[in-house]
């Protein structure tokens, strides 16, 4: 796997990209700290950019499935370069409008770089290098989340945002660039008649779907990390607040990718073999107590624990669900598949996002967080019911026909 020099594209690709990206999203926190006061409005300055890449999802769906993965990840990384365009507008123009446009435009091109991307990665390694490479891949992201994070918080006391977003813009063109290398031998699949796969959209998943009980259970449990992650931004600059401290920003930051690289890093050791499902219900109580210990967020060390432990939650629970769903989900679906995957995160995240910042202006962070920590837990209840309930009939079922 190390010798295929499309593993070190998309790896150094991603990590550029990321150092792009993370450093962008300091620079955002840092712009609506100064124009936008309230975190409901923040949310739903978010809210926009999600929005649009949930309505685009079903086009970015078939597109994936019926062209070349990438020449769609070529197309989307211009739509990267072309968002950061606009927020130089609202740079220039202290223009809260700007910031939404560019984030209508960042995530509309999102939308189509994630499921392909995903799609991509099971066509340039071997199905058994599938949960290594996976891990790798979200331990490059990591990195570049640390190193951007700490570089953006140390560059914005010595420059200006618009410096910032310029080394975000020199980031996505370098990942453009480096996209334009990968050599991947694709196969659109296509009918009888020649023509692609593509044209019946989501509408073609729901069979193939209800035949596979445990991957649409693998899906739903697969959102509980956003209850976490979509408030992930506002909780920092609130933590941040609540112990009048700048400097936390980044050691949460730190905490979280520090513990999910080395999660990543070593993920198919600290899972070994079994179950996958019954892993992912595991790290979701353990990411429900990450949430739960944020009740004491005033205490900087609890509060870099908390952060830490739903780091290594991750770090365990992504490569698992990606790998699964890589080599579970038939192929000709998989742009499609991740398409519908990506719209429901967004939704979910939406949701979360607007009720955080709703949470956050009403009853508090303390609060909010024991909300959320239940309904994970919840989640988690009902979904080892399902599992139960599934095995007794797949039991039954068997006993009937011996």
């Not at 992201?141 to 618009?162: D, E, F, K, P, Q």
Request: glycine content about 8%; some cysteine.
């Amino acid at each position: 796997m190390w010798r295929n020099r499309n593993v070190w594209i998309v790896l150094a690709g991603e990590f550029i990209a990321g150092l792009g990206m993370w450093t962008s999203i300091i620079a955002n926190l840092e712009f609506m700290q100064q124009h936008v006061p309230s975190d409901f409005m923040k949310s739903l300055i978010l809210f926009t950019g999600l929005l649009a890449g949930i309505i685009v999802g079903p086009l970015a769906g078939r597109v994936v499935d019926s062209n070349r993965k990438k020449k769609v990840l070529i197309i989307s990384g211009v739509g990267r370069l072309i968002s950061v365009c606009f927020m130089f507008l609202a740079l220039a123009f202290d223009s809260v409008t700007w910031m939404v446009v560019f984030g209508v435009a960042l995530q509309l091109s999102m939308a189509f770089m994630f499921p392909a991307l995903q799609a991509l990665i099971p066509q340039i390694v071997a199905e058994k290098d599938l949960m290594t490479l996976n891990g790798v891949f979200m331990n490059a992201s990591t990195i570049a989340r640390i190193l951007g994070t700490a570089l953006a918080g140390a560059l914005l006391l010595v420059m200006s945002l618009y410096t910032l977003y310029l080394c975000s813009f020199i980031a996505y063109a370098l990942l453009l660039v480096s996209t334009c290398f990968l050599k991947v031998d694709e196969e659109i699949s296509t009918d009888k008649q020649g023509k692609s796969n593509s044209k019946g959209a989501f509408k073609e998943m729901i069979p193939v779907l209800k035949t596979m009980p445990v991957a649409m259970m693998m899906l739903g449990i697969s959102l509980l990390p956003i209850l976490f992650l979509g408030s992930f931004n506002l909780m920092v600059i609130n933590i941040s607040e609540l112990q009048n401290s700048v400097q936390i920003k980044g050691l949460l930051y730190a905490a979280e990718g520090i513990c999910f690289f080395i999660a990543a890093l070593f993920v198919k050791r600290i899972m070994g073999k079994g179950s996958t499902l019954k892993k992912l219900f595991g790290l979701s109580v353990v990411i429900a107590i990450s949430q739960f210990l944020l009740f004491f967020a005033d205490i900087p060390i609890i509060s870099i624990v908390s952060f830490g432990l739903l780091g290594f939650a991750l770090g365990c629970f992504f490569p698992l669900v990606a790998t699964y769903f890589q080599t579970g989900i038939p192929k000709e679906y998989h742009g499609r598949f991740f398409s519908l995957r990506g719209m429901l995160e967004r939704l979910l995240f939406q949701v979360v996002l607007l009720s955080s910042g709703f949470f956050l202006d009403t009853i508090g962070l303390k609060y909010m967080v024991l909300i959320f920590g239940a309904l994970s837990i919840t989640i988690v209840l009902y979904g080892l019911f399902q599992a139960n309930r599934l095995s007794a009939y797949k039991l039954e079922a068997s006993s009937s026909v011996s």
